[in-house]
């Protein structure tokens, strides 16, 4: 295969084909091209590299689709790449000769058991957890060379989240991270119009000019609770503890333990997951629900609710 097109690039794209680390955070405010830029950088990996491959994720699957999977396609078009691809649009992965990249949300990540890889972007990283990140980062796994070494790339907006406290704060996680930071003014391709309306946003709302127009730290405003997260939950003596459900199918049940202790209130993720049957779901939920606990449940299914009950949990 012989394409050659020029490859129109911002800065961020150089930064972080230069960079020699193995975790490179890219903060930045809307439209700064961070997210475009990793994707042109996998794309150029992807033509120029063999036997890699990559793993392109996002916490949903429809958001998945349309920030990082649409547009990669695109970018195959534009570079006449496209044609030279096999491409499997149900379950979303690219190949080209012996390279392979998989799109894929959280959910479907615990289904990659034992998957290694080279290249990894986590885009809108503050939607995940760092237990996520974590698992993920010991999958950059594969064997590879010193001229071409594997990569984690995150891009996120700099909203107030795990990122900041757990590796930007931790000079140990710092040794290996490269933190590229951009802001609108490093896209030269944004309409005057679009310049106009982030520049505008300093006399709507400071938190969010902070965020999307500067690419600076900020909390997003009108939240209902601020939360940070602890590694010492299971050694809590709550004095109350309930637990949360919300039933799913196409959209994942989930369930989560709340522990109240000198009026704090501290939760914890036991169960997410799609397509699983009313049986199914009762017995989760049994193994995972202390006894005799209050289990809350979406209100939507009082079919379900019935049956738990008449399976002997405490569920309202």
Same mark, same amino acid.
């Given at each position: 295969?012989?394409?050659?097109?020029?490859f129109?690039c911002?800065r961020v794209f150089a930064?972080?084909?230069?960079?020699k680390?193995?975790i490179?955070i890219?903060?930045?405010g809307?439209? +700064?091209?961070? +997210?475009?830029?990793?994707l042109?950088l996998i794309l150029?990996?992807?033509?120029?590299?063999?036997?890699?491959k990559f793993?392109i994720?996002?916490?949903?699957?429809?958001?998945?689709k349309?920030?990082?999977w649409?547009?990669?396609?695109?970018?195959?078009?534009?570079?006449?790449?496209?044609?030279?691809?096999?491409v499997?649009?149900s379950?979303?992965?690219?190949q080209?000769?012996n390279n392979?990249?998989?799109?894929? +949300?959280i959910?479907?990540i615990s289904?990659?058991k034992s998957?290694g890889f080279?290249y990894i972007?986590?885009?809108e990283?503050?939607e995940i957890d760092y237990?996520?990140?974590?698992?993920?980062?010991?999958?950059? +796994?594969?064997?590879?060379?010193k001229?071409?070494?594997n990569k984690?790339?995150?891009?996120?907006?700099?909203?107030?989240c795990?990122?900041q406290e757990?590796?930007l704060?931790?000079?140990?996680?710092?040794k290996?991270?490269?933190?590229?930071?951009?802001t609108?003014?490093?896209?030269?391709?944004l309409?005057k119009?679009y310049?106009?309306?982030?520049e505008?946003l300093?006399?709507?709302d400071?938190?969010?000019?902070?965020?999307?127009c500067?690419?600076?730290f900020?909390e997003?405003?009108n939240?209902?609770?601020t939360?940070?997260?602890?590694?010492n939950?299971?050694e809590?003596?709550?004095?109350?503890?309930?637990y949360g459900?919300?039933?799913?199918?196409?959209?994942p049940t989930?369930?989560?333990?709340?522990k109240?202790?000198?009026k704090i209130?501290?939760?914890?993720e036991l169960?997410?997951?799609t397509g699983?049957?009313?049986?199914?779901?009762?017995?989760?939920?049994?193994s995972?629900?202390?006894?005799?606990?209050?289990?809350?449940?979406?209100?939507?299914?009082p079919?379900?609710i019935?049956?738990?009950k008449?399976?002997g949990?405490m569920?309202?």
């Open positions: 295969m012989s394409v050659e097109k020029e129109y911002t930064e972080n084909l230069q960079s680390k193995t490179n890219n903060i930045g809307a439209r +700064s091209s961070k +997210s475009y830029s990793i042109q150029y990996y992807f033509t120029s590299q063999k036997n890699k793993l994720i996002r916490k949903t699957r429809p958001a998945l349309l920030t990082c649409t547009p990669f396609l695109d970018l195959l078009q534009n570079y006449n790449i496209y044609d030279y691809c096999f499997n649009k379950d979303l992965n690219l080209l000769i392979i990249i998989y799109f894929r +949300s959910d479907k289904k990659m998957s080279n972007f986590i885009e990283a503050e237990e996520t990140y974590q698992i993920l980062k010991m999958r950059l +796994s594969l064997q590879t060379t001229q071409e070494p984690m790339f995150i891009a996120f907006n700099p909203v107030q795990w990122i757990k590796i704060n931790n000079p140990q996680e710092m290996d991270v490269q933190v590229i930071k951009s609108y003014k490093d896209n030269p391709f309409s119009e310049i106009q309306m982030l505008d300093k006399y709507q400071e938190n969010l000019y902070k965020i999307y500067l690419g600076e900020a997003l405003p939240k209902i609770y939360y940070k997260m602890i590694d939950y299971d809590i003596n709550a004095d109350e503890i309930i459900l919300d039933f799913g199918f196409n959209n989930a369930l989560i333990e709340i109240i202790k000198d209130i501290y939760e914890k169960l997410y997951q699983l049957t009313t049986e199914q779901i009762i017995e989760k939920v049994k995972l629900v202390l006894p005799n606990k209050y289990i809350f449940a979406d209100a939507e299914e079919r379900l019935d049956e738990m008449q399976a949990l569920v309202y």
